[in-house]
Antibody
C-alpha cells in the first residue's frame, strides 16, 4: 500500500526558508522508475509543479522557482525534503508530494502521478 | 497563467456526456502523454486518466481520455452528481524540463 504524507510549518515569515518533508511508504526511492514530485496549489488557484527527484538522483525544478529550490532524498528514511528560500506571501499554498512513476526500460521518462499525499497548508505572513 | 489551456468551467445535467479540452504546445502535449486528475473540494487530486487514455484500477469506464496533436480531451459520460469537481490536465514539457498543468475546469452537475 503506497502512502505519502507531507509535513512542515504551517506559517512562515517573508524572507524565511521553508523546509517540507514528504514521508512515504509502500515503495522505495532506490527502485528504478520511482520518483517523487512536489506540487503546490495557492488558495482557489490551479496546481503548479515545483520539483522532482528520481531514484537515480536526477533532479528537476520549475524554471521560475529554480533559484530558490533544493530537493533531496533520504532513501533510508523514505523521505524527500524540499527547501524553498526567500519565502513570499505569493508562496502561500497547499503543498503536495506525489509519486511519479516512470518506465525507463520502455523509454518512458515522464510517467504519471499515481499517488498523492493529503497536502500541507503553508501560509507566508509576517 | 497556466501553460496548458482548459476552459474554466463546464456544466451538464445528470446522465449527459461532457467533454473538457486541454490545449498545449509541441513541446508538451505534442511530444508527451497527458494525464487527468479529479479534485474534489478540500481534497488532494486523484489520478483519473494516465498516458492519454488509460484508467487506473477503480476509475469507472464513464471516464475516457484522448489526445490528438497538441490537444487532449477528457470525456465523462453518464454524468453523476458526485462528478462535480475540478479537473486538471498535466503533461511533461520537454522545453521547460518539467511538468505543466492546465488551469483547471470546474464541472457543475446541474
Amino acid at each position: 500500500q503506497v502512502t505519502l504524507r507531507e509535513s512542515g510549518p504551517a506559517l512562515v515569515k517573508p524572507t524565511q526558508t521553508l523546509t517540507l518533508t514528504c514521508t512515504f511508504s509502500g515503495f522505495s526511492l532506490t527502485t528504478s522508475g520511482m520518483c517523487v514530485s512536489w506540487i503546490r496549489q495557492p488558495p482557489g488557484k490551479a496546481l503548479e509543479w515545483v520539483a522532482r527527484v528520481d531514484w537515480d538522483g536526477d533532479k528537476y525544478y520549475n524554471a521560475s522557482l529554480k533559484a530558490r529550490l533544493t530537493i533531496s532524498k533520504d532513501t533510508s528514511k523514505y523521505q524527500v525534503v524540499l527547501t524553498m528560500t526567500n519565502m513570499d506571501p505569493e508562496d502561500t499554498a497547499t503543498y503536495y508530494c506525489a509519486r511519479n512513476i516512470i518506465a525507463p526500460s520502455d523509454g518512458d521518462f515522464v510517467g504519471y502521478f499515481d499517488y498523492w499525499g493529503p497536502g500541507t497548508r503553508v501560509t507566508v505572513s509576517s | 497563467q497556466s501553460v496548458l489551456t482548459q476552459p474554466p468551467s463546464a456544466s451538464a445535467t445528470p446522465g449527459q456526456r461532457v467533454t473538457i479540452s486541454c490545449s498545449g504546445t509541441s513541446s508538451s502535449i505534442g511530444r508527451n502523454t497527458v494525464n487527468w486528475f479529479q479534485q474534489l473540494p478540500g481534497t488532494a487530486p486523484k489520478l483519473l486518466i494516465f498516458k492519454n487514455n488509460q484508467r487506473p484500477s477503480g476509475v469507472p469506464d464513464r471516464f475516457s481520455g484522448s489526445k490528438s496533436g497538441t490537444s487532449a480531451s477528457l470525456a465523462i459520460s453518464g454524468l453523476q452528481s458526485e462528478d462535480e469537481a475540478d479537473y486538471y490536465c498535466a503533461a511533461w514539457d520537454d522545453s521547460l524540463k518539467g511538468w505543466v498543468f492546465g488551469g483547471g475546469t470546474k464541472l457543475t452537475v446541474l
